[in-house]
């Protein structure tokens, strides 16, 4: 079931407090306290797509939903790329995000895409200004779509997928005061880092560009 609202402090949030089975959903035409990685704040404006749905705990959770999301885009012909763990891009600025968190019962799916918003960043873009529409309804009952396709999927399947839309593979990163180029995604959908010294380093949180 998709519920659809004018407002509401977060969908993740309402999720977490009225979900009933997975699969259930939310869409808000904006947030007022709408929340990434770190508890960092996410603009929501209206003219955006703010999503959230239930999903029963898997594996490489967030890659499977960053295929799905660059898979379902790419039928409009929109040249989606991913940044490990959780960024869609789109010529290099931030078209959207997304956000995991695991409950006893399940796991909450939160997805941010700017469509006709204007994010404040320079980082970022939105659909509007690459010159694309998509209507938010059909967007997610295809969306939802492939992620049941990718949900049944091998993990090799997984991120060789993901691996097809990576932004950093063959980029020199930055992570706690070290650096090193980007090499792979492991079995477990940790980002592989080759140190200077060719030590292989696997990380769980994000990375940023030099």
Not at 47 to 68: D, T
Not at 173 to 201: F, T
Request: charge should be neutral.
């Amino acid at each position: 079931m998709i519920n659809l609202v004018d407002t509401i402090n977060s969908t993740n949030t309402w999720l977490s407090h009225f979900k009933n089975k997975d699969f259930d959903s939310i869409i808000s035409l904006s947030q007022s306290k709408g929340f990434g990685r770190r508890g960092r704040v996410w603009e929501s404006d209206f003219g955006g797509l703010y999503y959230s749905l239930i999903l029963p705990h898997r594996k490489l959770l967030p890659l499977v939903i960053g295929v799905s999301v660059a898979v379902t885009l790419g039928r409009k012909n929109i040249d989606v790329k991913l940044k490990w763990p959780n960024d869609i891009l789109v010529n290099g600025k931030k078209l959207g995000g997304i956000i995991c968190q695991s409950e006893s019962k399940g796991t909450i799916v939160g997805l941010g895409i700017n469509i006709e918003n204007k994010p404040n960043l320079a980082t970022s873009t939105n659909l509007q200004h690459l010159g694309y529409h998509i209507d938010k309804l059909c967007f997610v009952q295809e969306l939802t779509e492939e992620i049941k396709y990718f949900m049944k999927c091998d993990d090799s399947e997984i991120i060789d997928k993901f691996l097809s839309y990576d932004f950093l593979i063959g980029k020199l990163v930055n992570w706690d005061g070290e650096s090193g180029i980007v090499e792979s995604i492991s079995e477990e959908g940790c980002l592989v880092v080759k140190k200077s010294n060719n030590e292989l380093i696997f990380l769980t949180e994000e990375v940023h560009l030099k």
